[in-house]
């Protein structure tokens, strides 16, 4: 039989993968929607292009052009999205932001230029030809401002677009909410951009790394497809029970899993010999109708086994290009063993 079970919120150590952005692009990178008000360029001299950022900040460029931020509005599965939709530019206030700084955490508005680049570097770091970021730290190229939206505890800046709900996206921002992670310091960028050694900008002209080797956020903003953020945002549990042992597949994460309406996880609890070899096992599944939310659980019952060594969980990962659509099986997302030599809580 399996249950859902909700222990206490002091489990988590993920947090959110990316939902408005998780999707992403309307037909025609050309114009935004007819409705949509007009919104000037406001670069002061300064190139907003994230190419032009690409420059001197060549490794967090490199890593954002693989980002869901970067195709924001030029993914397939978005453009047949909003194909459909009879409002489309309801949608391009988060695909096509323009400045977020000034109006974090409500939602931007479009802009109407660089629109293939979607949610670019200008969309969190540029405001009135000024760019804003964690340290302030003056340059040459470009007047730089120390923002209140990148400090450890502030979640504004993702929020203006990871709080609103339209379907198939999942208002993760308010399951973070209600998370202790807030509590801890944690907000988005704690887990979707992880630090690397590195540096963060290099010589426009020479591609020589300037300054000293730092912590640097990655802007890869990964996600569910990135396998050790999936590893970090399950725990696998065993116990003794009554008829035999009990397993636990626990949520770690700032928000309910899935974080998207069209991901859907598969999932095969079993107790397994030396060789690895299923001796008995349970299915179940995590998805928009099933989910695992903050703080909760899948707990499963396995009757005992004469040579079972270890607990295991599978996760398949199966994702829809479209509601109603098919599932396509993107392969084996994550697999936790335990050791059930104790046959203990842990």
Known sequence: MIRMHAPSLTLFTLVPLLSAAWLLAPATPSSVGADEPKIATHHLGLDESSASCGKCHKTIYDQWKTSRHAAAWTNQPYKDWMAKKSKPESCHKCHIPSSILDIAPKQPKPREERLDEGVGCASCHVLDGKVHGPHGTQCEAHENVKSKLFESGSVDLCQSCHRV??????????????????????????????????????????????????????????????????????????????????????????????????RRYDVRFALVDKDGKELTGKDGVISEEEPIKVGTSIDVDLPAQEGAVAARVRLQHFWQAAPKGKWDDKGLALELTKDLSAKKDG
Request: hydrophobic share 35%; net charge positive.
């Open 165 to 262: 709900a339209p379907k198939p996206v999942i208002s993760l921002g308010k399951d973070f909410e209600k998370s202790d992670f807030p509590a801890q310091g944690k907000n988005c960028r704690s887990c979707h951009m992880p630090e690397f050694d590195g540096h963060a900008t290099f010589d426009d002209k020479t591609g020589e790394p300037l300054g000293e080797k730092r912590k640097v956020k990655s802007h890869a903003f990964v996600g569910a497809s990135h396998e050790e953020m999936t590893a970090k945002a399950f725990e696998l549990k065993v116990a003794k029970s009554a008829d035999g042992v009990k397993l636990s597949l626990q949520n770690l994460a700032g928000h309910r899993l899935p974080g998207l309406e069209l």
